[in-house]
Each structure stands twice: as structure tokens, then as C-alpha cells.
């Protein structure tokens, strides 16, 4: 019972975002801006790569199922995508986590109400602030990673950036689509 009660704490830290990054002090270049983005970006990915890990704890309707565990698998693929390029270019860095302090306190604070609520929900609830954390994950990372791009002076990686927030923007184009068909009433 008490590993039951780990894994599902690892789950909602990974799906709401848990850990902060440390504050650092902010510098506004170009590859400041880029590395950040990157950093981030690649926070956010890596954490929602596990989301669908929550099938073993919680059950939801096949339909959301099915679009979680999508959402996870292109989200380790942007996440891997990331780790390539600093493979290929060492000066992106994905540590570049500067956030202020009050972000990071309000970060943890939805983290916190965002886990008891998963925690403490099942059924229609649970399905609807999934969708709802989902949401806004996934538009999070569809504008990181258009910014990203935005400051990306590589060709190649700033299409495949912009390929990363086009996925990004279909994900929560058909999340939405279903939370509207989960409040519709008759």
C-alpha cells in the first residue's frame, strides 16, 4: 500500500509539475532567452512523458485514455528531440530553469491543490481536471516552443521547434474537443 502511495505521488508530481526550477538572476539575450525556453520546455515535456502512468492508478474512459497516453508519447519525443540537439550544439543548455520567486511559490502551490484534487477525485471529476491540467500544460508548451524557435538561429531546429508547438497546439485542439463533449448537456 505504501508503494502504491509513492508511485501515485511520482505520478501527480510528474503530471502537475512538481519541482521548481531554482530562481537565478535573468539575462535577456537571444541564447539566454533560447537555453530558457529550452530548459523549460524540456521540463515540461519530460514531466508529461509519465502522464499516462496514471492508467495504473486511476481509471479513466477509453477516449481519455487514449489521448493521454498520446500526449505522453509526443511528449517524450519532444523531450528526446531536445536532448538530441544538445548532443549536436552544446551551447543549448536545458538547465536553464530561471524563474523568480514568487513563480516558484505559485508553481508549487497549483502543484499542491493540482495533486490533492487528482488524488482525491475519481470518475467524471477525475477525468475533467486531467483534461483541464492538460490544457494548460499543453499551452505551456506549444508557446515555449514557438518562442524557442522564435530565438533559434538553426533552420533545422527551428522547424522542428515549430513542429514540436504544432503537436503541441493539435493535442490541446482535441483535448479540448473532448472536454466540450464531457460538459456538453443533452
Same mark, same amino acid.
Given at each position: 500500500?505504501?508503494? $502504491? $502511495? !509513492? ?11 512538481? &519541482? ?7 539575462? %535577456? ?33 477509453? *477516449? ?23 548532443? *549536436?550544439? =552544446?551551447?543549448?543548455?536545458? *538547465?536553464?530553469? +530561471? ?7 505559485? +508553481?508549487?502551490?497549483? !502543484? ?5 484534487? $487528482?488524488?482525491?477525485?475519481?470518475? %467524471? ?15 505551456? !508548451? ?10 533559434? =538561429? &538553426? ?6 521547434? !515549430? ?10 485542439? *482535441? ?12
Amino acid at each position: 500500500m505504501l508503494s $502504491l $502511495l !509513492a508511485a501515485v505521488f511520482w505520478v501527480v508530481c510528474f503530471l502537475t509539475g512538481c &519541482q521548481s526550477p531554482s530562481a537565478r538572476p535573468s539575462v %535577456a539575450s537571444p541564447t539566454s532567452t533560447r537555453n530558457n525556453c529550452y530548459s523549460l520546455l524540456h521540463e515540461l515535456l519530460d514531466e508529461q512523458k509519465d502522464v499516462s502512468l496514471l492508467r495504473f492508478i486511476k481509471s479513466e474512459d477509453s *477516449d481519455v485514455k487514449k489521448l493521454v497516453k498520446r500526449i505522453a508519447v509526443n511528449s517524450g519525443t519532444g523531450a528526446k528531440l531536445l536532448e538530441e540537439f544538445v548532443k *549536436d550544439d =552544446p551551447s543549448i543548455r536545458l *538547465d536553464d530553469l +530561471r524563474l523568480p520567486p514568487g513563480e516558484l511559490a505559485t +508553481r508549487d502551490a497549483i !502543484a499542491s491543490t493540482k495533486e490533492k484534487e $487528482l488524488l482525491s477525485q475519481s470518475g %467524471a471529476e477525475f477525468e475533467l481536471t486531467l483534461l483541464l491540467t492538460q490544457t494548460e500544460a499543453l499551452t505551456y !508548451a506549444l508557446h515555449l516552443a514557438k518562442i524557442a524557435g522564435e530565438h533559434e =538561429p &538553426q533552420p533545422d531546429r527551428a522547424r522542428a521547434l !515549430a513542429g514540436i508547438s504544432e503537436d503541441m497546439q493539435t493535442l490541446y485542439h *482535441d483535448v479540448f474537443v473532448l472536454l466540450l463533449a464531457k460538459t456538453s448537456f443533452p
